[in-house]
């Protein structure tokens, strides 16, 4: 089990630019989540992926915030324009699906908008 | 949707002696509670979690109480270890089905002086 891998660990962004934050889940899990933490708080939920669907976003979730799971394995989220309150860790979890199954996070990604 | 209130916000105890959290939840509907562990730039990890089946589930020198009808469930750490420092934070399925969308609470930092 190699666990829920996310790259890179941390970003350094000028405001305004765009970054893209990956995630790869533990092999034979077909769920996949992403929240978002900031100092001092627990993780927001902010979208999750069955497969490749994307079946629920969080209104957290602005415009400007783009997930994908294209073939059903790994995910990317993509911040465009980039603000100082976007500065956070964003973390990957996934899980087996369906009722009653753990999620498992990944290390996360710190962004800091600058 | 889930709220979830957690108290206290700090926690400090003495090596031995034994810490309790608690978490108060909205959603009768709610069947899954997880608590995770947090250390400082780390993920939160999974340290034990109860479905609503039970009223109490124990690992250890950690166990999880539940009360379906108060709607509120307790983390209970005994023999604490200064290793057993870092922010605690419950959390219960928003919508209530037992998927990975979870909504934590604001988390506990607990420390524990040797």
């Known amino acids: 089990d190699t666990g829920v891998s996310q790259d890179p660990r941390h970003k350094i962004t000028k405001r305004g630019q765009n970054v893209t934050f990956r995630c790869d889940p533990i092999s034979e899990h077909n769920r996949l989540y992403w929240y978002r933490q900031t100092l001092g708080q627990g993780p927001e939920f902010l979208t999750y992926f069955q497969n490749e669907a994307q079946l629920e976003k969080s209104r957290l979730l602005s415009d400007r915030f783009s997930a994908e799971r294209p073939k059903g394995s790994f995910s990317t989220l993509e911040i465009q324009r980039t603000e100082q309150g976007d500065s956070a860790m964003y973390l990957c979890?996934?899980?087996?699906?369906?009722?009653?199954?753990?999620?498992?996070f990944g290390e996360g990604s710190w962004l800091t908008v600058v | 949707g889930e709220n979830v209130e957690q108290h206290p916000s700090t926690l400090s105890v003495q090596e031995g002696d034994s810490a309790v959290i608690k978490c108060t939840y909205s959603?009768?509907?709610?069947?899954?509670f997880p608590w995770y562990k947090q250390e400082l730039g780390k993920r939160p990890q999974l340290i034990i979690d109860?479905?609503?089946?039970?009223g109490e589930k124990k690992d250890q020198r950690i166990a999880v109480t539940l009360n379906k009808t108060a709607k509120h469930f307790s983390l209970h750490i005994t023999e604490t270890q200064p290793e057993d420092s870092a922010v605690y934070f419950c959390a219960a399925p928003a919508g209530g089905t037992s998927y990975g969308k979870l909504t934590f609470g604001q988390g506990t930092i607990l420390t524990v002086h040797p």
């Open positions: 109860i479905r609503s089946n039970v």
């Open positions: 959603d009768s509907a709610s069947n899954y």
């Open positions: 979890a996934s899980s087996l699906g369906g009722k009653g199954h753990t999620i498992y």
